[in-house]
T-cell receptor, first 111, second 114 residues
Framework: SQKIEQNSEALNIQEGKTATLTCNYTNYSPAYLQWYRQDPGRGPVFLLLIRENEKEKRKERLKVTFDTTLKQSLFHITASQPADSATYLCALEGGNTPLVFGKGTRLSVIA | ETGVTQSPTHLIKTRGQQVTLRCSSQSGHNTVSWYQQALGQGPQFIFQYYREEENGRGNFPPRFSGLQFPNYSSELNVNALELDDSALYLC?????????????FGSGTRLTVV
């Protein structure tokens, strides 16, 4: 069956460091991979989308890579700040398959 | 440009009752998707509507039903509520696949079934 796994439930890092979150998937051929941020009690907020034929996408301090051979995406936040603390969700979409989400990784940036 | 608006924000219902949740999509978006999010889990896809037609459904029983209106707003109806239906229900709007840039989510409706 299709599965999306985000490497850890929680990740703690020091302010100023780079946070790296991992998303792996199986039995899936996504056309799009997306990352969302979710704060407690709120809906997810779209951050970045990367297409299957793209290797890397950047937006300000955010970088996403997409390796369809490894079936993996890495999400980086450089120069992390306490305001970056949130849950980050990986999501896949493609063909007739709607947008499906992983469980998320809760990031805590410690000052 | 308005975002996605959901109502109500919170709701308490008794097991066996029926509930209707409402969603206004972002201006210009013609696709609406509904998700259920239990505590500590990622959002689970319920169904999607495109131009008033159901365009995909997740692994949810038929007592979960929906509608999309000509103005692209949408409703989620749940009949015969069960305790496990307690969750955050999220609505998201988007343009169709191939012509969009991510989903815009509302803040959700927190449903508690007692």
């Amino acid at each position: 069956s299709q599965k999306i796994e985000q490497n850890s439930e929680a990740l703690n890092i020091q302010e100023g460091k780079t946070a790296t979150l991992t998303c792996n998937y199986t039995n899936y051929s996504p056309a799009y991979l997306q990352w969302y941020r979710q704060d407690p009690g709120r809906g997810p907020v779209f951050l970045l989308l990367i297409r299957e034929n793209e290797k890397e996408k950047r937006k300000e301090r955010l970088k996403v890579t997409f390796d369809t051979t490894l079936k993996q995406s890495l999400f980086h936040i450089t120069a992390s700040q306490p305001a970056d603390s949130a849950t980050y969700l990986c999501a896949l979409e493609g063909g007739n398959t709607p947008l499906v989400f992983g469980k998320g990784t809760r990031l805590s940036v410690i000052a | 440009e308005t975002g996605v608006t959901q109502s109500p924000t919170h709701l308490i219902k008794t097991r066996g009752q029926q509930v209707t949740l409402r969603c206004s999509s972002q201006s210009g978006h013609n696709t609406v998707s509904w998700y259920q999010q239990a505590l500590g889990q990622g959002p689970q896809f319920i169904f999607q509507y495109y131009r008033e037609e159901e365009n995909g459904r997740g692994n949810f029983p038929p007592r979960f039903s929906g509608l999309q209106f000509p103005n692209y707003s949408s409703e989620l109806n749940v009949n015969a509520l069960e305790l496990d239906d307690s969750a955050l229900y999220l609505c998201a709007s988007s343009l169709p696949v191939g012509n969009y840039y991510g989903y815009t989510f509302g803040s959700g409706t927190r449903l508690t079934v007692v």
